[in-house]
């Protein structure tokens, strides 16, 4: 079993910054690979970023060039650093977790871990 707790999200205005955390307890965090999804209201949660145990990184179109994913398995913490944030970046966000897999997964089904979420307001 592996527990993950998101924090780092809050209000920020357009173009602004924010850096989310996740944090891992349980089982080894480095034989994981690990996932940032968000959810729009009304909307379907969908991919934002993961990244392999080895560090390699997958990220959607949308947010590419302005999100950068990383982890350090020594804190058992990996993190979501947002630059340029628009309005349409605001939802709730979740980290996620995939035992076993050394790739990058951008699918919903492929996660058997979960964190609660933390909110992520853009303003205009």
């Known amino acids: 079993q592996v527990q993950l707790v998101e924090s780092g999200g809050g209000l920020v205005q357009a173009g602004g910054s924010l850096r989310l955390s996740c944090a891992a307890s349980g089982r080894t965090f480095s034989n994981y690979a690990m996932g940032w999804f968000r959810q729009a209201p009304g909307k379907e949660r969908e991919f934002v970023a993961a990244?392999?145990?080895?560090?390699?990184?997958y990220y959607a179109d949308s947010v590419k060039g302005r999100f950068t994913i990383s982890r350090d398995n020594a804190k058992n913490t990996f993190y979501l650093q947002m630059n340029s944030l628009k309005p349409e970046d605001t939802a709730v966000y979740y980290c996620a977790a995939a035992y076993g897999v050394n790739r990058p997964l951008r699918g919903l089904h492929e996660y058997d871990y979960w964190g609660q979420g933390t909110q992520v307001t853009v303003s205009s």
């Open positions: 990244i392999s145990w080895s560090g390699v990184t």
